[in-house]
């Protein structure tokens, strides 16, 4: 697998998006289905890395795709629920639909937590919501030599609404870098998906009486008045390097 960097980072354009669209949705070269707590689970491999791409899918009933989406985004309400993130905040907005983020994730002793650097890409459509993620370099997220710095091919959340309420479909290719074997992170990533999937599922049903409770308007997310506008800066003069929006379609 090949990647290309540049100097600067752009919103990822329709092509990109539908990609994700087909990663998430296509049967071609997708290998170990099986099934676990209501959860579907399948890997692929990609020339260049031992590191598999994973695709966990799963219905989310009784719940609509636009409160799913909510929960997601919500990191003050998933935070109680998680034990293993212990940082995240936004670096900058690029523009109301993508953002730089950072994220820190605790590891266990004997292993160096991990921190990431992600563009967040979020396309709110009713029928069709998505959440895309890849990593870039941000010179406001400078290495931490304390905690070793993972990389993301690319990650996402996919939410249909069906009869039942929200099909959920999880994407991700991630290498959590340092000096674990690729075999253990393909096993973690493949055994801990389920029960992660139905955690969010439960979650996520507790959400709306939460919000209702908690700043029910504060949806930075959805609702642009609520960001800090210092955070509108310009990227392309914040951003040492990233993956382009033509890079991650050409990766796979």
């Known amino acids: 697998m090949e990647h290309s960097l540049s100097s600067t980072i752009h919103p990822l354009t329709d092509k990109d ?13 997708w290998e ?10 399948n890997t692929r491999n990609f020339v260049g890395t031992n590191i598999r791409m994973l695709r966990a899918s799963s219905v989310f009933a009784g719940i609509s795709p636009a409160i799913v989406y909510d929960y997601i985004q919500d990191t003050e309400y998933r935070s109680l629920h998680n034990s293993i993130t212990y940082n995240s905040y936004t670096v900058c907005y690029i523009d109301d639909f993508n953002s730089i983020e950072y994220l820190c994730i605790k590891c266990v002793y004997p292993l160096y937590d991990r921190d990431i650097v992600m563009q967040k890409t979020c396309i709110p459509s009713p029928d069709d919501y998505v959440i895309i993620y890849h990593s870039v370099e941000d010179e406001l997220a400078e290495l ?8 993301t091919y690319i990650t996402g ?3 249909i ?24 992170c393909n096993l973690v990533a493949k055994k801990s998906a389920p029960n992660t999937i139905a955690s969010m599922c439960k979650e996520s049903l507790s959400y709306l009486e939460w919000k209702e409770s908690n700043n029910p308007l504060k949806m930075p997310w959805r609702k642009v008045e609520y960001r800090d506008k210092s955070l509108y800066a310009s990227y392309s003069s914040i951003v040492k390097w990233g993956f382009t929006s033509s890079a991650i379609c050409s990766s796979y």
């Open 157 to 159: 959340y996919r939410l």
């Open 17 to 29: 998006i539908d990609y994700f669209k087909y990663l998430t949705d296509n049967t071609s070269g």
């Open 144 to 151: 931490d030599p304390t905690k070793v710095r993972a990389h």
């Open 32 to 41: 170990e289905s099986f099934d676990s707590n209501g959860v579907s689970i």
């Open 161 to 184: 609404p069906v009869p039942e309420g929200t099909l959920l479909t999880f994407l991700s290719h991630s290498d959590p870098k340092g000096y674990i074997p690729s075999f253990i």
